[in-house]
């Protein structure tokens, strides 16, 4: 436990000094959760004086736009790092932004697959009723998904990996080069949904935050959410 927590503090301490050097600024905090084949990275007190001015001015895409261009360059450093830090090829990278809470998330997925014994729903949670609620979400986007898996990565922390996240017709505008302009307008239509569906009755506590990214090429996508820790 301890080596498990000096490799996310060394991860944390990275990644704080990696967007302070090429932002000009770096988050107040770094939260980092190390779980085989997920590494989660969730900071908050993330926001640059200019980035600052220009929500003012409502100029939220150019914020999105720089912050990407940005963070695709910084992919191959990163990945590149963590593979030093924890001893893992990193395949997978997911990037999103809450530019109101000014707080964002990384994730990092290995090549290994995920071993469901290590992701256990915990027992005084509703799964069922939690599945449904996911569904009803996902025939609401018109979604017809070719798999669905929930990890249960900790008290705080729950991941959906989503297969087939791509419906024909965003399929069609990323092949005709929209798909920037599909991500700015899809991901707060999901978050909102998601926001909506009720999973706070659920697990009986506050959902602070969710956060979603997905890969265009390999059609999977992940959704993150960041809740109380139930005292």
């Given at each position: ?85 924890v001893g ?25 697959k995920a ?104 059609n999977i ?11």
């Amino acid at each position: 436990m301890l080596k498990e927590r000096s490799i996310e503090t060394e991860v944390g301490g990275f990644i704080s000094t990696l967007l302070r050097k090429h932002f000009g600024k770096g988050p107040t905090s770094v939260y980092v959760t190390i779980k085989r084949p997920f590494i989660i990275m969730h900071f908050r007190g993330f926001t640059t004086t200019m980035e600052k001015i220009l929500l003012k001015q409502n100029e939220w895409k150019r914020v999105l736009e720089t912050r990407n261009l940005l963070v695709q360059d910084l992919k191959p450093i990163i990945r590149r790092q963590l593979m030093e830090i924890v001893g893992w090829t990193i395949d997978e990278f997911y990037v999103d932004w809450n530019l109101d809470f000014e707080t964002g998330t990384f994730l990092a997925v290995s090549s290994e697959k995920a071993d469901p014994l290590n992701f256990e729903w915990p027992s005084e949670y509703d799964k069922v009723i939690f599945d449904m609620k996911l569904e009803q979400v996902c025939k609401t986007l018109q979604r017809n998904l070719h798999q669905t898996d929930t990890y249960w990565v900790n008290d705080r922390t729950l991941l959906i990996c989503w297969s087939g996240v791509l419906t024909e017709i965003e399929k069609a505008l990323i092949r005709n080069g929209h798909s920037e302009i599909l991500k700015y307008t899809k991901r707060p239509l999901e978050r909102s949904m998601l926001e909506a569906a009720g999973f706070e009755s659920v697990f009986e506590k506050r959902i602070q935050e969710i956060f979603l990214d997905w890969d265009n090429e390999s059609n999977i996508g992940y959704v993150i959410m960041v809740m109380d820790i139930k005292k």
